[in-house]
C-alpha cells in the first residue's frame, strides 16, 4: 500500500470532509476520491458511509485511522533519521567518558563501528570524572557520555539512562591482609578504612555501598581523598584504605594493588549513558553502540 493513499485517507478522517482534505492536500475532489476509493480496494472493506450531515468513519475506517496515525508518524521519524544520518559531512560529535578503564573492553568497540558506519563525521573524546561530564552536557560542551555510578538522572539539557550494573570490587594493597583472598565479604570490610572518590567529583557513587553496609550490620568508615582513579589507587597502595570500584576497572593493570571480588550478592554499581536533547541522529547512534557493548561487558563481568 503506497503511504501517499494512508496520507490521504487520515486527512479525510481528520476533516470529514472531501473538500477541506483535498485543499489540505492540494488535490481535487475527483482526484482525492479515487484514492480513497483505491484504499478501500486494497483494505477490502468501505471506510466511511455517506448521511445527510457528512461523512462518518465505519468500523473499519476507526481501525485503520488509529493505527495509521501510528504507522505514518514512525515512517515520517524513518525518513528524518535517515536524512540525517545521510547527512553527516561536516559533522562533529563529542564524547565524553570517565576513566581510562572502560576503553578497550567498552569504548573501543562500540567507537570502532561508529567510525564504519559514520566516516565523515569527526569524533571528538574528552576523559573527565563523571561530574565534570554531566556539567558539560549542561553547558553544550558534550553530545554524548558515558558515566559512571552516580546521581545523575536528571541533567538540564540532556536525557540520561542506566544502562546496566556491573558488581563493585575491593581494591586493596598487594601486602593486605585480604590481598590473597579470591573472594571477600562485606563482613570482611567492617574493620577497614575504605578510601574513595569525592563527593564533589561523584555524588552518590557509594549509595548502594552504603545501604548494603548497613544491610549488613554496620557503618563502613570513609575517607574521600580522590578525584581520579590513579588517586585511589596509589591511596590504596600506600595503605590509607581499602577502595570500592566497578569491576569496569579489572582489566586495566595497576601495579602493587590487587582487586578482589565481592561474595553475592554484593554491590551493584549503575553506568550511565546521556545525551544532549539537541543531539544530532549520528551522536545518538554512538549513544546506542556504547549502551550496547556496555550491557555486553557488563554481562561478561557478572552485571546485568
Known amino acids: 500500500?503506497?503511504?501517499?493513499?494512508?496520507?490521504?485517507?487520515?486527512?479525510?478522517?481528520?476533516?470529514m470532509n472531501i473538500s477541506a482534505a483535498a485543499r489540505r492536500l492540494r488535490v481535487t475532489?475527483?482526484?482525492?476520491s479515487r484514492q480513497i476509493r483505491a484504499l478501500e480496494d486494497i483494505v477490502g472493506h468501505p471506510l466511511f458511509v455517506r448521511h445527510q450531515t457528512g461523512l462518518r468513519l465505519t468500523a473499519t475506517?476507526?481501525?485503520?485511522?488509529?493505527?495509521?496515525?501510528?504507522?505514518?508518524?514512525?515512517?515520517?521519524?524513518?525518513?528524518?533519521?535517515?536524512?540525517?544520518a545521510g547527512?553527516?559531512?561536516?559533522?562533529?560529535?563529542?564524547?565524553?567518558?570517565?576513566?581510562?578503564s572502560i576503553w578497550e573492553n567498552l569504548l573501543a568497540p562500540a567507537v570502532e563501528m561508529f567510525?564504519?558506519?559514520?566516516?565523515?563525521?569527526?569524533?571528538?573524546?574528552?576523559?573527565?570524572?563523571?561530574?565534570?561530564?554531566?556539567?558539560?552536557?549542561?553547558?553544550?560542551?558534550?553530545?554524548?557520555?558515558?558515566?559512571?555510578?552516580?546521581d545523575y538522572e536528571?541533567?538540564?539539557?540532556?536525557?540520561?539512562?542506566?544502562?546496566?550494573?556491573?558488581?563493585a570490587m575491593v581494591v586493596v594493597a598487594a601486602n593486605h591482609r585480604l590481598a590473597k583472598k579470591r573472594v571477600v565479604s562485606l563482613e570482611d570490610l567492617r574493620a577497614e578504612e575504605v578510601v574513595g572518590f569525592k563527593h564533589q567529583d561523584a555524588p552518590g557513587r557509594y549509595r548502594n555501598f552504603l545501604t548494603a553496609c548497613r544491610d549488613a550490620g554496620f557503618s563502613p568508615r570513609v575517607t574521600y581523598v580522590a578525584s581520579?582513579?590513579?588517586?585511589?589507587?596509589?591511596?590504596?597502595?600506600?595503605?590509607?584504605?581499602?577502595?570500592?570500584?566497578?569491576?569496569?576497572a579489572n582489566p586495566v593493570p595497576h601495579p602493587g594493588v590487587v582487586f578482589i571480588k565481592l561474595k553475592p550478592p554484593g554491590v551493584q554499581m549503575e553506568i550511565y549513558t546521556a545525551h544532549a536533547v539537541n543531539a544530532a541522529p549520528a551522536a545518538l547512534e554512538l549513544e546506542r553502540l556504547i549502551a550496547a557493548a556496555a550491557k555486553r561487558a557488563a554481562v561478561q563481568a557478572g552485571g546485568q
Open 29 to 32: 475532489q475527483p482526484a482525492l
Open 87 to 100: 547527512t553527516t559531512a561536516g559533522t562533529v560529535v563529542r564524547l565524553g567518558y570517565y576513566g581510562i
Open 154 to 167: 536528571r541533567i538540564a539539557g540532556a536525557v540520561s539512562q542506566v544502562v546496566c550494573t556491573v558488581p
Open 61 to 84: 475506517g476507526v481501525t485503520l485511522r488509529d493505527h495509521g496515525v501510528r504507522a505514518v508518524a514512525a515512517v515520517d521519524e524513518a525518513l528524518r533519521t535517515a536524512r540525517g
Open 1 to 15: 500500500m503506497e503511504i501517499r493513499l494512508l496520507r490521504t485517507f487520515l486527512a479525510v478522517a481528520e476533516t
Open 228 to 248: 581520579i582513579f590513579p588517586e585511589l589507587c596509589m591511596a590504596v597502595k600506600q595503605r590509607m584504605g581499602v577502595g570500592i570500584i566497578s569491576s569496569f
Open 115 to 150: 567510525s564504519r558506519r559514520f566516516p565523515d563525521v569527526t569524533l571528538q573524546m574528552v576523559e573527565e570524572s563523571s561530574v565534570h561530564l554531566a556539567s558539560d552536557l549542561r553547558e553544550g560542551l558534550l553530545e554524548v557520555a558515558l558515566l559512571s555510578s552516580g
